[in-house]
């Protein structure tokens, strides 16, 4: 297994969340990790703070994913190791009450965004011998009525995984998946437009659907990133890390 340190890492949605959670895991363990946003002010004082590169900008916009790559090689002496591919949105509500340009949207910057980066990043980490890593979620192990938007962006992501790495292997490029549990985080505050309390409320109420009967943090799904990023004959993987939320049991 490859050793993190000194390793060129693009880490989108950088400024809050998991990306952030993720950013901090690994510079503090010698990686150079170049982290990207929509929100400048959230971007750049997570880089300030952990002591890592950033660029502000929007995974939907050809130029800005560029210039993304171009700070991540710049940040990295001129290579790329790993690209994770976590900016992400949420959208929810009935079927029947759906708008067709937010739905695209979504689809836009949890999918096509990411689709397009790893394009972009491909031919850097077939030089490295690198790896993607895309963030899925636990709504594609259990059905939440009203999350079907998010739902399908992240099963599309979970299925683009598995292609990849078949499609990009053969160029010694690696591809997995992390399939995140109920992790607290300013996503789940923002898109459901809850308080912090209320939003942790949320993730309590869950827990008897759990097995490990604890809310997760962002070091969890970080040391599972860190893992598959190294772990040099893994390809094509899923890694739930949900604290068992996917077993479908019910501990009421």
């Known amino acids: 297994m490859r050793a993190i340190e000194g390793m060129s890492i693009l880490i989108t949605g950088g400024g809050s969340g998991l990306g952030e959670a993720t950013a901090r895991y690994l510079a503090a363990r010698g ?53 994770v591919n976590n900016a992400g949105n949420m959208l929810r509500g009935p079927i029947e009450q759906l708008d067709e340009a937010a739905l695209l949207g979504i689809f836009h910057s949890n999918v096509v965004g990411a689709m397009m980066l790893t394009g972009l990043a491909s031919r850097h980490l077939e030089c490295t ?39 990009l292997g053969d160029r010694g490029i690696r591809v997995n998946c992390v399939i995140p549990g109920g992790v607290l985080t300013e996503l789940n505050v923002r ?36 893992y598959l990023i190294r772990a040099d004959w893994t390809t094509g993987a899923v890694l739930d890390v949900d604290g068992g939320l996917g077993l479908g049991v019910t501990n009421a």
């Open 31 to 83: 990686a150079k990790v170049t982290i990207t946003g929509r929100r400048l002010e959230m971007v750049s004082a997570v880089a300030q703070a952990i002591g890592c590169a950033w660029v502000a900008g929007d995974v939907t916009v050809s130029s800005d994913r560029q210039r993304m790559i171009d700070a991540a090689l710049a940040h990295g002496d001129g290579r790329l190791d790993a690209l």
């Open 191 to 226: 898109a459901g437009f809850l308080t912090a309390e209320a939003a942790a409320e949320r993730l309590e109420k869950m827990l008897p659907m759990q097995v490990i009967n604890r809310i997760g943090v962002g070091e969890d799904i970080a040391e599972a990133i860190d």
């Open 129 to 167: 011998k690198g790896a993607v890593i895309f963030v899925g979620s636990s709504h594609t192990r259990r059905a939440f009525p009203g999350a079907s938007p998010y739902a399908a962006t992240k099963a599309a992501v979970q299925t683009l995984t598995q292609v990849l790495a078949a499609e």
